[in-house]
């Protein structure tokens, strides 16, 4: 089964930008749709955003739209998540997955260990 591992995370001010970055173990990660999500402390988990296996086609959550932005190389079996103009609101942790269902994704069958975000004001 394909591995994933995010990392890019960090403590950065409002309004600050992070790259967050998806290395999968395999190649077979390159014909799956991927994505994002987050889950802050006592919360559930959030949809973030989503793209086809191509590139493509993205998907995103409404309160992220126009401030983040998914792409993938597949040649090097990665995704990333560009963060700009970051709000405190959006601290979590920030899932990678994979291997989804559907588009937009409905469901997805693996998911990495997560890297914090952390927005101060």
């Known amino acids: 089964q394909v591995q994933l591992k995010e990392s890019g995370g960090g403590l950065v001010q409002a309004g600050g930008s992070l790259r967050l970055s998806c290395a999968a173990s395999?190649?077979?990660?390159?014909?799956?749709?991927t994505g994002w999500f987050r889950q802050a402390p006592g919360k559930g988990r959030e949809f973030v955003a989503a793209?086809?296996?191509?590139?493509?086609?993205?998907s995103y959550a409404d309160s992220v739209k126009g401030r983040f932005t998914i792409s993938r190389d597949n040649n090097k079996d990665m995704g990333f998540l560009e963060m700009n103009n970051l709000k405190p609101e959006v601290t979590a942790s920030y899932y990678c997955?994979?291997?989804?269902?559907?588009?937009?994704?409905?469901?997805?069958?693996?998911w990495g260990q997560g890297t914090q975000v952390t927005v101060s004001s």
């Open positions: 793209i086809t296996w191509s590139g493509a086609h993205q």
């Open positions: 997955e994979s291997e989804d269902v559907g588009w937009p994704p409905t469901d997805f069958h693996i």
């Open positions: 395999d190649h077979t990660f390159s014909g799956y749709a």
